[in-house]
């Protein structure tokens, strides 16, 4: 195959030809050289603007949110009864009962015969009573989440529900 033709091929109109950029025009190096000083000759690269996402929550699957309101309400749970057993120690610790058995002593007269708050107030006594109180607020707190997301589900659909706007930093 020999080609009889060497040259650029003519344009059979099948489209615009592209010219070759443009060279730009070199400066000549007088005064400042090659230091940098000069501003105008690296520009920085323009900073890119933050992307914005404008979403819109419409919905929120009931399911999803038992789960999570069950495991928040559990750990919640866990804290109530940690934070009474912490809370007997330090009173114990402190003497707080001791303060109060001789206060409520006092005030009830020496024929009372001597009161012990520890009797009513013991430490298995408190852990119960918060062990308890943690169990209801777990069945009560998994109850209304769930039954808040149903109602923001039909309030949803009247209203469209809630705009969020997402950013990058």
């Known amino acids: 195959m020999s080609s009889t ?4 091929r003519p344009s059979s109109g099948g489209g615009p030809r592209v010219k070759a950029p443009a060279r730009p025009a070199q400066r000549p190096a007088g005064g400042q050289g090659t230091s940098g000083n000069n501003p105008s000759l690296v520009k920085p690269a323009p900073r890119a ?12 699957d009931p399911w999803s949110v038992l ?3 069950f495991l928040l309400s559990v750990a919640l749970g866990v804290v109530t009864v940690v934070a009474a057993i912490v809370l007997w120690t330090v009173l114990d610790l402190t003497g ?16 009372s015969g001597g009161f012990d708050l520890r009797d ?14 943690a169990v209801v607020n777990v ?5 209304l989440s769930m039954l808040a997301a149903v109602l923001y589900n ?3 659909t009247l209203v469209g529900g809630i705009g969020v706007t997402l950013t990058d930093d």
């Open 5 to 8: 033709n060497p040259g650029p």
């Open 49 to 60: 603007k933050p992307r914005k996402a404008r979403l819109l929550v419409s919905k929120i």
């Open 67 to 69: 789960k999570m309101a």
């Open 96 to 111: 707080i009962f001791d303060r109060v058995n001789t206060l409520l002593g006092e005030i009830a007269g020496s024929e």
């Open 120 to 133: 009513f107030a013991s430490l298995g006594q408190v852990v119960s009573f918060a062990t308890i109180i």
């Open 139 to 143: 069945l009560l707190l998994t109850a």
């Open 154 to 156: 039909i309030a949803s």
